[in-house]
T-cell receptor, first 110, second 114 residues
Framework: GNSVTQMEGPVTLSEEAFLTINCTYT??????LFWYVQYPGEGLQLLLK?????DKGSNKGFEATYRKETTSFHLEKGSVQVSDSAVYFC?????????FGKGTSLLVTP | NAGVTQTPKFQVLKTGQSMTLQCAQD?????MSWYRQDPGMGLRLIHY?????ITDQGEVPNGYNVSRSTTEDFPLRLLSAAPSQTSVYFC???WGPGGKYGYTFGSGTRLTVV
């Protein structure tokens, strides 16, 4: 099955700083890749996705590119806001369910 | 369009009690799955279903049972609750071949076993 390695948190950034959260995975074949976000006290929301190699997913200023050669799907944002404070999960699709990384907690301070 | 509905939102059980966590979706999705979320562990797959009448075990299935008699419903049963089952449980449904295009999650059930 797939496995996911996600950078450990917590990550603390000042508002308007650049964000990168690394994610690498192992998989058979070429799974769809997802980033989910969980705001404090809430459930999981789909942030962005990529379904094939070299696809770039984007949403709310966040971006991630499906890199087949390095089996990576790093999440980036050019200028974070306080409202981006949340836990971010990288999750490849196994073909019937999601395999989650352990999550990266992000705190953005004013 | 309600999406994925989970009930109850909160539950406290005594050790040894049984209960069913309900999950229903109204999007006609074939794939459904249950996860538990524990601090520092991310989300781990308990059971999944690829269609009515078809279920299989995930990473942490012990102590849980599922069935899928309809496309809409995918209940999770705790047979004899243990404190180790204290967790937040999420149900999801997905679309596209093998869930390729995305997963929609319910709002979760916070379960405490005392």
């Amino acid at each position: 099955g797939n496995s996911v390695t996600q950078m450990e948190g917590p990550v603390t950034l000042s508002e308007e700083a650049f964000l990168t959260i690394n994610c690498t995975y192992t998989a058979t074949g070429y799974p769809s890749l997802f980033w989910y976000v969980q705001y404090p006290g809430e459930g999981l929301q789909l942030l962005l996705k990529a379904t094939k190699a070299d696809d770039k997913g984007s949403n709310k200023g966040f971006e991630a590119t499906y890199r087949k050669e390095t089996t990576s799907f790093h999440l980036e944002k050019g200028s974070v806001q306080v409202s981006d404070s949340a836990v971010y999960f990288c999750a490849p699709n196994s073909g019937y369910a999601l395999n989650f990384g352990k999550g990266t907690s992000l705190l953005v301070t004013p | 369009n309600a999406g994925v509905t989970q009930t109850p939102k909160f539950q406290v059980l005594k050790t040894g009690q049984s209960m069913t966590l309900q999950c229903a979706q109204d999007m006609n999705h074939e794939y459904m799955s249950w996860y538990r979320q524990d601090p520092g562990m991310g989300l781990r797959l308990i059971h999944y279903s690829v269609g009515a009448g078809i279920t299989d075990q995930g990473e942490v299935p012990n102590g849980y049972n599922v069935s899928r008699s309809t496309t809409e419903d995918f209940p999770l049963r705790l047979l004899s609750a243990a404190p180790s089952q204290t967790s937040v449980y999420f149900c999801a449904s997905s679309w596209g071949p093998g869930g390729k295009y995305g997963y929609t999650f319910g709002s979760g059930t916070r379960l405490t076993v005392v």
